[in-house]
Nanobody, 126 residues
Framework: QVQLVESGGGLVQAGGSLRLSCAAS????????MGWFRQAPGKEHEFVAA????????AYADSVKGRFTISRDNAKNTVYLQMNSLKPDDTAVYHC???????????????????WGQGTQVTVSS
């Protein structure tokens, strides 16, 4: 079993920055792909970013490319999402997720992820 706990959300003005963290515990001896998804009020979950175990492969949604950066520290079992130039449209609950399939390939597909955190609220004011 894996537990994922997000932190770092909050209220920020448009143009500001936040760094989200996701700490994993439990099955930390296995390689995994980590992803971030978000859900705005009244909308479906949306892929944001993903990173493979080595950190050599990443993927981003077009809406966040050039503004968000995903990274990870495997020694700390933690993945990060640095969010810059935030916009009101970025307002959502952000969830991290872990994919333990053996291919170590980043995926944007929610159903590929095995474990999910509870989420952290990010609110961007205009």
């Amino acid at each position: 079993q894996v537990q994922l706990v997000e932190s770092g959300g909050g209220l920020v003005q448009a143009g500001g920055s936040l760094r989200l963290s996701c700490a994993a515990s439990g099955r930390t001896y296995s390689t995994n792909v980590m992803g971030w998804f978000r859900q705005a009020p009244g909308k479906e979950h949306e892929f944001v970013a993903a990173i493979n175990w080595s950190g050599g492969n990443t993927a981003y949604a077009d809406s966040v490319k050039g503004r968000f950066t995903i990274s990870r520290d495997n020694a700390k079992n933690t993945v990060y999402l640095q969010m810059n130039s935030l916009k009101p449209d970025d307002t959502a609950v952000y969830h991290c997720a872990a994919d333990y399939s053996p291919w170590d390939t980043v995926t944007t597909t929610m159903t590929m992820y095995d474990y999910w955190g509870q989420g952290t609220q990010v609110t961007v004011s205009s």
